[in-house]
């Protein structure tokens, strides 16, 4: 089974610094999409940035970049320039490439937050 | 980007009473919609995946009895809590997926805003 781990459960940053969350997975799989996703206190989950894992580029998003290292497997997200609105809790996820029965594995969560 | 609706947003309830939420995909076409149960600063649980037109498939430890899904049309599923307690209580959020490709990805998922279930 895919295993999605997140090992930070709080970070903090300061505003305008950067900051990388971590996340490892697990699977046996060599196609597949990797997630992060941002929940605000609204609760609303947000994709921010997704990796398709057969491409080497690592994905970009203005401000938020991810370190994609396969071999390893793991996909870290960067944040540059935080701001005040990026404070909420982060979750990296896992699905296999396709099919109608591929479904999301959530890591735990990292809640992030920015201070003045 | 495609949305997905909710509806209600926030339920409070008597204990044995049920429940209906509903998830609506509002500009696309969901074969396929996922409920998640997600507790206080913990992640999203999978509680089962429905199909337009066939029974869901219930994650192991969800009751199927409890938690009854409806997948009716490719916009509309229901969960229904029946005979609620106050262990119910919990935030409720649905997913659906778009069949084909949408920005560049293959079956995307969307977000509902979430359903918060206060059973008293």
């Known amino acids: 089974a895919q295993t999605v781990t997140q090992s930070q459960p709080e970070m903090s940053v300061q505003e305008a610094e950067t900051v990388t969350l971590s996340c490892t997975y697990d699977?046996?799989?060599?196609?597949?999409?990797l997630f992060w996703y941002k929940q605000p206190p609204s609760r609303q989950m947000i994709l921010v940035i997704r990796?398709?894992?057969?491409?080497?580029q690592n994905a970009t998003e203005n401000r938020f970049s991810v370190n994609f290292q396969k071999a390893a497997k793991s996909f870290s997200l960067k944040i540059s320039d935080s701001q005040l609105g990026d404070a909420a809790m982060y979750f990296c996820?896992?699905?296999?490439?396709?099919?109608?029965?591929?479904?999301?594995?959530f890591g735990t969560g990292t809640r992030l937050q920015v201070t003045l | 980007g495609a949305v997905v609706s909710q509806h209600p947003s926030r339920v409070i309830c008597k204990s044995g009473t049920s429940v209906k939420i509903e998830c609506r995909s509002l500009?696309?076409?969901?074969?396929?919609m996922f409920w998640y149960r997600q507790f206080p600063k913990q992640s999203l649980m999978l509680m089962a995946t429905?199909?337009?037109?066939?029974?869901?498939?219930?994650e192991q430890g969800v009751e199927k009895d409890k938690f009854l899904i409806n997948h009716a049309s490719l916009t509309l599923s229901t969960l229904t809590v029946t005979s609620a307690h106050p262990e119910d209580s919990s935030f409720y959020i649905c997913?659906?997926?778009?069949?084909?490709?949408?920005?560049?990805?293959?079956?995307?998922?969307?977000f509902g805003p979430g359903t918060r279930l206060t059973v008293l």
């Open positions: 997913s659906a997926r778009a069949t084909g490709e949408t920005g560049g990805i293959y079956n995307e998922q969307f």
């Open positions: 699977t046996s799989e060599s196609d597949y999409y």
């Open positions: 990796q398709e894992a057969y491409k080497q």
């Open positions: 996820a896992y699905r296999i490439y396709t099919g109608t029965a591929s479904k999301l594995t």
């Open positions: 500009d696309f076409q969901a074969t396929t």
């Open positions: 429905s199909n337009e037109g066939s029974k869901a498939t219930y």
